[in-house]
């Protein structure tokens, strides 16, 4: 079976979804690189890599959009799941993280599908 490549982005979107997630949710996260509020860091990469995938992936823009900055209800909603594992906490911080990821993620996005239309 042949997938279109909006197909093949979406499906890459879902997986990393599901990667942030299961990570999110882990009592404690290990990161690979650890300084002062590397968290942070890592927060918004991941959540600018789930933004820029919907907005490349589908093919229309408003609904592009709506679905990176669903991402950061999912964010904030993986903030508050995080108060109640053990070894983790609930971060405003870590949500603005996650919201500016997502921005950066859009911007770049709209960025790349401005290049993909000329």
């Not at 890459?12 to 942070?40: H, M, R, T």
């Not at 927060?43 to 890599?49: E, I, K, L, Q």
């Not at 904030?76 to 993280?97: C, K, T």
């Amino acid at each position: 079976m042949k997938f279109s490549k909006s197909s093949r982005i979406m499906l890459l979107w879902g997986a990393s979804i599901g990667l942030v997630v299961y990570f999110s949710l882990l009592p404690q996260a290990e990161f690979p690189v650890d300084f002062w509020n590397a968290d942070k860091v890592y927060h918004c990469a991941a959540y600018a890599w789930l933004a820029v995938l919907p907005m490349i992936g589908f093919l229309i823009r408003r609904l592009a959009v709506s679905a990176a900055l669903a991402m950061i209800i999912l964010g904030a909603l993986l903030e508050i799941g995080q108060y109640y594992i053990p070894g983790r906490a609930f971060s405003l911080l870590d949500i603005m993280a996650n919201s500016l990821g997502v921005l950066l993620g859009i911007y770049l996005g709209n960025c790349l599908r401005s290049r993909r239309r000329s």
